[in-house]
């Protein structure tokens, strides 16, 4: 019965897996990813892991799938044309290195003394925390400030260049420029600040277009 | 007949394989990006075997420190892809063989 599960969720992880490379449009590449992440979940299943089963679906399936598709729609990628093949002279080598690649499975499949599996609490959530609460402290700790790290980086990315200049301090509510910012007559070191009520009149200081800041 | 640990191996391989492949035949960068999760999703399939067959935990929280940094990863790669995108109008990886934006 697992066996029959395996076969079914190991074909289908496959099947999804050889779209992704062969589809020419980036969002059936995605589509097809996602089936090969619900066929991983299910296989995770059978392995006795219903928690990281579970976070499968909703880290990578989930969050993960739907930040690539939302690029992809956001940059509105068009199909990949046919394009000339520049990996000729590879051709040899990845016939050989798929021979190797068989050659270990193989081996793999025959040589690999399997132990018996055993029925276990090992994979479910409560042992899991418990691990990664106590033990494990440091590593869980270290991927929070690995997050923290992440975030700031796509935000640092992501932003468009700063309208206003370094020097310039931008207060909520109660804006204050430099006056060397705002009136090309003062001079540099000029440190007396303007002060502004919002947005708006900020801009309307440096001299930005509010429609064309609104249409970026 | 039980699923052997060696099938799982070999399930692994292949699909990490197909991930490299990808990797290599793609031009679009967000392609790349998708063939390395890919990559990412077979190694923690063996991680989660063996984790499943020597009854030891720490394979599974090692998949889930592996999901932390494909989330980071793609947070980060998809910064970097809209800012070239921005800068070059193309996702062609050929096209951004010159790092300087």
Request: aromatic fraction near 8%; charge should be neutral; proline fraction near 3%.
């Given at each position: 019965?697992?066996?029959?599960?395996?076969?079914?969720f190991?074909?289908?992880?496959?099947?999804?897996?050889?779209?992704?490379?062969?589809?020419?449009?980036?969002?059936?590449?995605?589509?097809?990813?996602?089936?090969?992440f619900?066929?991983?979940?299910?296989?995770?299943?059978?392995?006795?892991?219903p928690?990281?089963?579970?976070v499968?679906?909703?880290?990578?399936?989930?969050?993960i799938?739907?930040?690539?598709?939302?690029?992809?729609?956001l940059?509105?990628?068009?199909?990949?044309?046919?394009?000339?093949?520049?990996?000729?002279?590879?051709?040899?080598?990845?016939?050989?290195?798929?021979?190797?690649?068989?050659?270990?499975?193989?081996?793999?499949?025959?040589s690999?003394?399997?132990?018996?599996?055993?029925?276990?609490?090992?994979?479910?959530?409560?042992?899991i925390?418990?691990?990664?609460?106590?033990?494990y402290?440091?590593?869980?700790?270290?991927?929070?400030?690995?997050?923290?790290?992440?975030?700031?980086?796509?935000?640092t990315l992501?932003?468009?260049g700063?309208?206003?200049s370094?020097?310039?301090r931008?207060?909520?509510?109660?804006?204050?420029?430099p006056?060397?910012?705002?009136?090309?007559?003062?001079t540099?070191?000029?440190l007396?600040?303007?002060?502004?009520?919002?947005?708006?009149?900020?801009?309307?200081?440096?001299?930005i277009?509010?429609?064309?800041?609104?249409?970026d | 007949?039980?699923?052997q640990?060696?099938w799982y191996?070999?399930?692994?391989?292949?699909?990490?394989?197909?991930?490299?492949?990808?990797?290599?035949?793609?031009?679009?960068?967000?392609a790349m990006?998708?063939?390395?999760?890919?990559?990412?999703?077979?190694?923690?399939?063996?991680f989660?075997?063996?984790?499943?067959f020597?009854?030891?935990?720490?394979?599974?929280?090692?998949?889930?420190?592996?999901?932390?940094?494909?989330?980071?990863?793609?947070?980060?790669?998809?910064?970097?892809?809209?800012?070239?995108?921005?800068?070059?109008?193309?996702?062609?990886?050929?096209?951004?063989?010159?790092?300087k934006?």
């Amino acid at each position: 019965m697992l066996a029959l599960l395996f076969i079914l969720f190991a074909g289908m992880a496959i099947g999804c897996a050889l779209a992704v490379v062969a589809q020419r449009n980036p969002l059936y590449s995605a589509i097809s990813l996602v089936g090969v992440f619900i066929s991983l979940a299910c296989l995770y299943v059978t392995l006795a892991a219903p928690f990281i089963a579970a976070v499968q679906v909703i880290v990578y399936a989930g969050a993960i799938m739907v930040l690539v598709v939302f690029v992809i729609m956001l940059l509105n990628v068009e199909q990949e044309e046919r394009g000339r093949n520049r990996l000729k002279f590879l051709v040899p080598t990845a016939i050989v290195l798929a021979g190797v690649l068989i050659a270990e499975v193989a081996f793999m499949l025959f040589s690999v003394n399997n132990p018996t599996p055993a029925v276990s609490n090992i994979g479910l959530t409560s042992s899991i925390g418990t691990q990664l609460f106590t033990r494990y402290l440091l590593p869980f700790e270290i991927t929070s400030i690995l997050l923290l790290m992440a975030i700031v980086g796509a935000m640092t990315l992501a932003r468009r260049g700063g309208l206003l200049s370094a020097d310039a301090r931008v207060i909520p509510g109660a804006q204050q420029l430099p006056r060397s910012l705002v009136d090309p007559r003062a001079t540099p070191d000029d440190l007396r600040l303007v002060e502004t009520d919002s947005t708006v009149e900020a801009g309307r200081l440096l001299g930005i277009d509010q429609r064309n800041t609104q249409k970026d | 007949m039980e699923p052997q640990l060696s099938w799982y191996l070999a399930l692994s391989a292949v699909l990490f394989t197909i991930g490299v492949t990808g990797v290599i035949i793609k031009r679009n960068v967000i392609a790349m990006f998708m063939c390395i999760e890919l990559m990412l999703n077979a190694v923690n399939l063996t991680f989660v075997a063996f984790a499943s067959f020597f009854q030891d935990v720490i394979g599974q929280l090692f998949v889930f420190i592996v999901m932390t940094v494909a989330a980071a990863e793609a947070a980060v790669g998809l910064g970097i892809i809209i800012a070239i995108f921005r800068n070059r109008e193309s996702l062609d990886v050929d096209e951004a063989s010159i790092l300087k934006l």
